[in-house]
């Protein structure tokens, strides 16, 4: 089985078992805190992610390091993973959970790209269009490449608006090297 088949399974029957409970937003939180985890501590997802690693010595770890900090039935969720020697597709499952929780609220993701960072007032005017015009509840993401050189380029689930001055030049350039064929 693929492992984003294996993803998409245990992220929605967390999922599911989550709104069966009632805990779909403390739930959300925990992935949140997991998913930094995996993020930011390296050695973390080198102990989740090793063959070497008895399960066992994984669970204590995972025990240790969440248990005051994640809700039981999310602790209970990672044990399980390791038991069934998931653990390598924790990141996976985060990210497929986090999609899952959006869809099923409501919530529309959308990625923006600049140069320099928007500050609050350019975020917030953001928000409020990009949710006026989806008519939905928008989660604005950030992403900063010096490759676009100025401008933005939006993305919107599917939908992407590429307003960069990188792409502009790019259009130019093409523009410029097409041959012209009209006689005048």
């Not at 294996?6 to 009632?22: C, H, M, Q, T």
């Not at 805990?23 to 930094?36: A, C, F, P, R, W």
């Not at 529309?108 to 790209?113: F, S």
């Amino acid at each position: 089985m693929d492992l984003s088949t294996i993803s998409v399974r245990y992220a929605k029957a967390f999922y599911l078992l989550g709104k069966e409970k009632d805990l779909l937003d403390q739930i959300k939180n925990d992935i949140l805190v997991i998913s930094g985890s995996i993020k930011y501590a390296p050695d973390f997802k080198m102990v989740i992610e090793s063959p070497v690693i008895k399960p066992s010595l994984k669970i204590n770890a995972i025990t240790a390091i969440f248990k005051d900090k994640i809700h039981a039935l999310t602790l209970n969720f990672l044990t399980i993973l390791v038991k069934n020697k998931r653990e390598q597709n924790l990141e996976g499952i985060c990210r497929r959970f986090l999609n899952i929780y959006a869809e099923g609220k409501g919530i529309k993701t959308a990625l923006i790209t600049t140069v320099l960072p928007l500050d609050d007032k350019e975020n917030t005017r953001l928000t409020e269009i990009l949710s006026r015009t989806f008519q939905a509840q928008i989660e604005v993401e950030h992403k900063l490449s010096p490759e676009i050189l100025g401008g933005y380029i939006l993305k919107v689930g599917d939908q992407q608006y590429d307003a960069s001055v990188a792409s502009s030049l790019r259009k130019m350039r093409q523009a410029l090297l097409k041959p012209n064929y009209s006689k005048n």
